[in-house]
């Protein structure tokens, strides 16, 4: 099975600056790459998406304008650029790939272990 070890969450701020990264255990044929978060006593949210075929993304609403997600196929890495950091914005972030596997007959994916960001006011 393939593992995402993520990396770079900490405390920051209100208005500081945080770089999230999530690679791959080995090499795949990625398919999507996004980034979700989970604050306490909420349910899991969509933060941000990347498609590598065109590299189309998509945002929630809430991190729009504040956050960026980038991709490297070469690398099997994702990373979540977040500037402007709330203390709303405190929460686990998870990493989440999906690949191709047998030339994209089906896929398979997983999910990083969760790094935690805190946003002080």
């Known amino acids: 099975q393939v593992q995402l070890v993520e990396s770079g969450g900490g405390l920051v701020q209100a208005g500081g600056s945080l770089r999230l990264s999530c690679a791959a255990s080995?090499?795949?044929?990625?398919?999507?790459m996004a980034w979700y978060r989970q604050a306490p006593g909420k349910q899991r949210e969509l933060v941000a998406t990347?498609?590598?075929?065109?590299?189309?993304?998509n945002y929630a609403d809430s991190v729009k304008g504040r956050f960026t997600i980038s991709g490297d196929n070469a690398k099997n890495t994702v990373h979540l650029q977040m500037n402007s950091l709330k203390p709303e914005d405190t929460a686990v972030y998870y990493c989440?790939?999906?690949?191709?596997?047998?030339?994209?007959?089906?896929?398979?994916?997983?999910w990083g272990q969760g790094t935690q960001v805190t946003v002080s006011s």
């Open positions: 080995a090499s795949i044929s990625i398919n999507t």
């Open positions: 989440y790939i999906k690949w191709d596997v047998a030339g994209g007959i089906w896929t398979k994916d997983s």
């Open positions: 990347i498609s590598t075929s065109g590299g189309r993304t």
